[in-house]
């Protein structure tokens, strides 16, 4: 058979019947209209949350548990492999920083997160300066070592 626009059909099976409920026993779908019998299942909005038959939920036969500190910070954690592939692309402007702004216009973080935190992990290459929210003993001793200078923000 030709190709042509009036003969175009869809492949078998690629589009498939929607269900037609409550339209007599014969149907196969009719009555109950595959919900079973009576009681809740068989109506509509099925399922209470949390609602176990009457028993006492695990939400209440559960104790509470520690607190949540309203005052935590979410942080980003920047190593020097980080700060040496950013000066490796050429990314930190002639006498810049590397801080929080530098680190989300070039999305090597979230906008979301609120404060830098710099770790000791690899090896610094240059002299730079990290201003930052926090940053271990380890990496303020290696980042001086190499030259560079911190900025606690």
């Known amino acids: 058979m030709e190709f042509q626009l009036n003969t175009i059909k869809d492949n078998l099976g690629a589009r498939v019947g929607k269900k037609v409920l409550g339209r007599g026993i014969g149907s ?16 509509s909005g099925v399922a209470i949350n949390g609602f176990e038959g009457g028993q006492t939920p695990i939400y ?17 954690e920047i190593d020097f492999n980080k700060i040496n592939h950013i000066v490796s692309k050429g990314l930190l402007p002639e006498g810049g920083q590397i801080d ?6 070039h999305r090597y973080m979230p906008k979301h997160i609120e404060g830098v935190s710099l770790i000791a992990n690899g090896v610094l290459q240059s002299p730079v300066k990290v201003a930052v929210t926090r940053a271990s ?11 560079g200078s911190l900025v606690i923000e």
């Open 100 to 105: 929080r702004a530098l680190l989300i216009q």
């Open 28 to 43: 196969g779908l009719g009555k109950t209209s595959g919900r079973g019998g009576k009681g809740q299942t068989a109506r």
């Open 137 to 147: 003993k380890n990496a303020q001793e290696l980042l001086e070592k190499a030259g």
């Open 60 to 76: 209440r036969r559960l104790p509470k548990r520690g607190f949540v500190n309203i005052h935590r910070m979410s942080m980003y």
